[in-house]
């Protein structure tokens, strides 16, 4: 199984500022994935980085907005822009982890004020 | 409705007795999984069925896929206070060549001790 980490495991931000959010896998893996969690809420697939092309992102989420780097077959960040209350949600990442099973990362809990 | 829609919604059970907790989806799947959140914290893997499987055990763990019916159980046997969680489905219907999960709104499960 892979063993994937996240920092910061929580932030409280300012609206309006940044956060950057890193994961680091420990094995290659060619794609990760980035899901954001509302309070209260499931899980929903933000984008799909790829290394060495640009992410691709779901229906409701884009670039300018959660900007995502894929610099290696390890590691992938992912930048929460311009936030709001409504950003505060926890964000997971995950990788595949051998016959179709996906790991995910513990996650990190956002809160903008 | 959303696709990997879980039933019921909260349950609440006594420690030692079993738990059942289900799952339906609307699309053609390559595979079904289940995980487990504690408290907003990151998601465990517990357990993959793939398409043309009926039944699989892991431990405690037994779940079942229908996909004529689209649904699947996860039943939880002899719970335990430690088993009080958050359970999710997710479907994934990309044919194993994305790995794009696509979550239910999950199942609170408290065992009381």
């Known amino acids: 199984s892979a063993v994937i980490s996240q920092k910061p495991s929580r932030d409280i931000c300012q609206r309006g500022t940044s956060l950057t959010i890193q994961c680091q896998v420990d094995?290659?893996?060619?794609?990760m994935f980035w899901y954001r969690q509302q309070p209260g809420q499931s899980l929903t697939l933000i984008a799909t980085a790829n290394q060495g092309s640009e992410a691709t992102y779901e229906s409701g989420f884009v670039i300018d907005k959660f900007p995502i780097s894929r610099p290696n077959l390890t590691f992938s960040t992912l930048t929460v822009s311009n936030m709001s209350p409504e950003d505060s949600s926890i964000y997971l990442c995950?990788?595949?982890?051998?016959?179709?099973?996906?790991?995910f990362g513990p996650g990190t809990r956002l809160t903008v004020l | 409705s959303q696709q990997g829609e879980e039933d019921p919604q909260a349950l609440s059970i006594q420690e030692g007795e079993n738990a059942t907790m289900n799952c339906s989806y609307k699309t053609s799947i390559n595979n079904l999984q289940w995980y487990r959140q504690n408290s907003g914290r990151g998601l465990v893997h517990l357990i993959l069925?793939?398409?043309?499987?009926r039944e699989k055990h892991s431990g405690r763990l037994r779940v079942t896929l229908d996909t004529s019916k689209k649904s699947s159980s996860l039943l939880i046997t002899a719970s335990r206070a430690a088993d009080t969680a958050s359970y999710f489905c997710a479907t994934d219907q990309s044919g194993g060549s994305n790995y794009k999960l696509t979550f239910g709104k999950g199942t609170l499960l408290t065992v009381n001790p």
């Open positions: 995950s990788g595949p982890g051998g016959g179709d099973t996906q790991y």
């Open positions: 094995s290659q893996v060619t794609m």
């Open positions: 069925i793939r398409s043309n499987e």
